[in-house]
């Protein structure tokens, strides 16, 4: 069960309204590497946990991120609380308050005009949160490095947002968010390397021949050799054509249909054949007028 | 620029149409773990990344898994055939194509109605494939995290697949995708150890008080210790609330009104106020009867 | 900030593992009318509001919903368990396996091959949640009612899923979460009623000689009168097209196009106009066959 | 059937071109709170009505908010007239018209570049309309306080839109459809309260025992007492995790497995256990480099 | 403005109710072909047209569309009636509702759950209807093409329905449906063709070189030759990597960086550069246990 | 399989870095008519496609739209290039960023905070990619169809970017882009015509009586003739309400509900009833203050 105790877990000191400001800010509150995002990423993963430590961890980080998404809320709401009261109440000018919306910076119109300055779960362009942004699959050894791949780019985002800050309340209130996932990616890392033999994940071995291949599928000047393709643990296939398909097969897809299946099948070919022998006028020669570039009408 | 080899890098060997079966593996054609969020992912990091390297090794990867895309695909459309041209011929009696669409199991009747038997960019439950599973956010000790952590989620897909297949065409192609997923996520974490001070990401550092905190925000029956939260790196917080806000604040949200601004905001205050002092009747008392259960009308 | 109990608000005993049933509680979890949704409505409302007492209204529920939250995601979780240790351990014979996934039910499918058994946030046909469903406006006689209209839809919901499940330690945990859902409706009604002259909504005043019309626009048998728009509150208009447009202008849309702007438009309009006085050679005509109720091809 | 008068329900005047203003007029169009949402609510609603009095009124409303997405659908298409011509014809220079297109304001760009100047069925930031913005469940208690819900929203927005125009023309439309909005809340006020025992919607009773406990979760400096909260009609519950869980129970979740089941489920559970004794060496710790505030690497 | 007649365009006469069926239904409701999507198609773009011919001819199939969009609704409506008592009044035993609704087939359980047996705005996966479907773009010889194509994909999925029915008030009505679909191209062919010179769209000729050039791009066993891509017409290229790129150049991008963006952009590149000279330890060798495929770990 | 050239099909030659033209070239990266949708839409046709001829062309073009949408991918990457330095590396005064970001236009503050100035795959608006995009329906004389209208669409979008960019190297790229699409739409059109009788679409004749009819719904001034609903192939219907239904039936919707459907269904009825011959006090009533034009408390 959740409780709620109404002083935030860091203070949001904000000096003056920006919803340009606050519509940036939204990104770590609805958008795909916010908090929300964090907060029912681990909080589902939690639910389906049977391992006690994992599910204590996902439980408290999860509860965390809840109250990471109430301080940058409360940021959003700060900035936004200034365009809120005009807009309600009608009190200037009209062409005023349109420039005013227009002028205040990149979708924050969005937030006045549809959400009324409040803070919407969308992302800092209005696309609404989805639970698409959750990548969980119900594996511990996948899901724990989903997680700290998260916390990374959650990290990043809220050090961009910290460079185009110069409001130090916020800056700092930012500083502490962003230092938080940090040390969530810390947690999760120890989780991961806490299971023995995580690697490769799930329980079905790869094919030996196949798991130390490097394709180089991609060719021309600028190619290179790095750890990532070249050494003794990898076998290298620099011309992938020449051998193909890698298993020796003739590299088509079959499958057997069976008297009405094939029956239908054929038909069906038949009927909707493009004749490869002909040179049918078209639709786009009818259309072609006499200017450069355009097809030429063929006589029938 | 790409080029397209009409040999399969895998033989697709399919023993007999399923299009149940066909919607199962949608989730590695259009699903968020599947092939074409994998070659996009890498695609989309190749065109902005500048290490020739990375570079490099993005492009190959992103092109072999539009390979990939093709195989799994092949693997659809066979599984589909006999059913698209049953449906196109109208060849069956209706109640037993009706039957047929109903039966064939999950939501294959999407494939067959609205798809015609191809196959679609959906995952198993119909859903479109949407950019919102791409987490790339251009910094490379991110994405490449996020790039780790993909391919374990679909090296787990593909293994729930093959436990639920026995045609063993189906199952050794799927086995060949699978252990490739693995050989890249290889390729994927040499990148990113390669990369000095990979950890924290980012340029700033983190605030050093915060960064070192466990805060044991769910409590009771279940609490656990492990190296996720505990030893000589963690300071652990076992009573968060106890010194609540962290920053030694107010723990409150704040912005400075000022003239317009804060009287707009006062009258909108006043005018929405919900008095706390009355009991007012309200619809649901209209509206309640005499049932078990039920709030009492309050007279005003 | 929130804090967390390992306590569930009330028990969940679920008699034994199913899938299909799983899959329609999700209505519930990540569905539109769903617990999640209750409490980002909530939250986000109380990040913005201002007055009081319905600040800690909307935190107090929005709290409760998280925890009911909790509750039917471990209800799916339950009826989950035995799906997601089979699939993971590939402990059965693969075409029982495909059986299981394909027969017990509904979309379940989806919870069992892409999110492992784990309670995802999608509904129970796996369309993931989105923010998108939160209608919240920014004014409190209006989202007071959206919470009142969706306590109400989410009462309907468990009452249908009550409805389906014989399990009856399901039922009792339904009956509990839709109970409450009727208390909060409760509180929403008394919080709007509180505020004073709450209808018509805003600020602005309605015109008043379009405020009692009632314009009779679908006609013909099944024609009916009631207090919605007959009586003396209501100007009844049973011949709308007689006198339009109802300001008395011509009903056209028009704007003023100056200058280059005007050019540009004519330009724009000669360039591209449907010459309606021949009857030109079609691509349909050109497609057309012999066959029964196509079009005949016209001679240029 | 539906039928069309080409005379708009009300004259749309507008003085001069404005694709920034256009763009916010789309919220009306193809946003959440717009007519087609309205329409669309109503029309779906009616379908499945079976009483012959809101039948009618369905179709009613919900013809005449067609009328109304013409009449915002021509205010958006006059205001980008201008815009349309330009693009097509290219008759600017282009670092004019790039100028024109970036300056123009809000999300204008879309509809010029994408849409040709057409009004889009999306929201004012470009987000497509979709039909999770409809609520409807099938159930006239629920629905109809639905729509009262989205009336009261829809007029709101309207007054927004009104207060950041001065087109004297636009307003004066938005006006009449702001209006309107009115008169369809107390339509469907009317219809509600003409089903006797509407509240609480449904035929299941609540349980009696939770029906009127207020839950206050949240807690701290700001907790407030009102007739939502507190009076005789409530039973306030200040400390709720005292007597948690509320049934008495022990507040867990539980499911009986057997058989293949429970071995599968706890193979798997040893199999991914995270080990919380020891202390392992993380990728984070190989990646960590010598900077402040980063975690140091642990010996194994 | 628009009227309602309350007689269908087509009667409906259902035989008896059957949700599974309904389910297929909604794909020509609220699905990517069907009614919703040409209405609205049509209406955006009546209202941008400025060619009288084709604004007219634009609002009279639009407003068809909506009296179709009824029909098929009406059809889902009578097809769904019998599951919306059960669900709604719980008269039947759980379990044997709990089996109906499981089994009636296709995703019916979403509409019974979750709309309470109306019809939806989803296609037959139960994914809601996205204005993303719709793809006019306000130019009319694109938009007149995109309508051709739409009428052929829905006269299509109508002839896979009744296909897949043997009701013969269903077949009768959704005939008639199919029909007018044809009917409807034939139209907009017509409106196409009345353009002078609507090929190549636009008003910008294609640069002469590149316009009848034919890329072969994929090449091997399959490859044909047919009038699309050989004959006078063509200049086909069946090497295309010999002379890349086509216009001599040196096929890479570039981009003038200068002062602060050049140093900033080579700072950022020496920070996170992954150096291909070692062969770090990974967290994929920290986590590799001893089983087979695995990576071996390298010692630094 | 896919291999790649690091060659591209076309030179890129970016003048100078602008985050604002980048934006708007996403259109044709990550938007609905731009080269993902392009390629996915042939690549998909391609897998399910049994034609040899069209099969071969199907994967040519895909192949080559893939080369196309690394073309555009660099120009965006290269406009952004300045950008993302800046945001990476925090080097510019915080204030000077904000600015920076809010003010290079259109929402490239998405791709700066969000994506890091990588190339998205989102439309100008910052909407993810989305497979409904995606028309493909299976039916070659429908895909076909559907392929010239997105090649025709893709053309004009391409044509609205050259006419808002005055960078010479870009003007020229995407020159070329648009001129391939006018040569792909000569390929299907080619494609398509050489499928004999391939109109109307499908095997199902349309009904003779219903496919020439045209039905003239929207009436009023502006009534047009023209070849598309005119002249001796058509049937035109003047007066659609008066011969209504066309089947002459009673233009209803009805089912037969049988024993306990009928039963539950007039349960359902009766319970639900709204009254309409009293005129019940409605929560509006209870709300509405003394202001103009609202409605007056009726006395129950």
Redesign the interface.
Known sequence: ?????????????????NP??A??ML?QF????GE?AAA?RY???A??E????????L??I???E??H??VI??????????A????????????E??ST???S???S??T???????????????????????????????DL??N???E??A???Y????????DSGIK?AL??L???E??H????????????????????????K????????????????????D?P?WERVDD??KA????G??????????G??L???????A??????????????????????????P?KP
Request: overall charge negative; hydrophobic content about 35%; proline content about 6%.
């Open positions: 069960m959740f409780m709620h105790n109404k002083r935030l877990q860091y203070t949001v000191r904000v000096s003056e309204p340009g400001l519509n940036l990104e609805g958008g795909p590497q929300l029912m909080f589902t993963q639910l389906a049977d391992d006690p430590g994992r599910k204590d961890m439980f408290d999860a509860t965390e809840l109250s998404l109430e809320g409360n940021i959003v709401a700060m900035l936004n609380k200034g809120k009261g005009k807009l309600a109440e009608g009190a200037e000018e009209q062409a308050l349109y919306i227009t002028k910076g990149n979708d119109h969005v006045e005009v549809l959400y009324g300055g409040g803070p919407a779960l969308t992302n800092s362009a209005g696309v609404p949160w989805t639970a698409a942004y959750i990548d969980s699959i119900g594996d511990p050894t996948c490095r989903s700290i791949a998260a990374a780019r990290k990043i985002v050090e961009r947002l910290i460079n185009v800050t110069d700092e500083g502490f962003m230092t938080r940090v040390s990616q810390k947690s999760f890392e120890k989780a991961l390397y806490a299971i023995a033999n995580n690697f490769p994940p799930g329980k079905l071995p790869g094919i030996e196949f798991a130390s291949v490097y394709v180089n599928t991609s060719q021309g000047e600028g190619d290179m050799k790095g750890p990532w393709n050494g643990e992938p054509t193909l398909p890698v298993d097969g003739d590299g088509k897809a079959s499958v057997a249909l069976k009405a299946q029956k239908d099948a054929q038909e069906s070919a009927r909707l054949r493009s004749d490869p022998t002909g040179n049918p006028t078209t639709g786009a020669d009818l259309g072609a007028g006499p200017g450069a570039g355009r097809t030429k063929v």
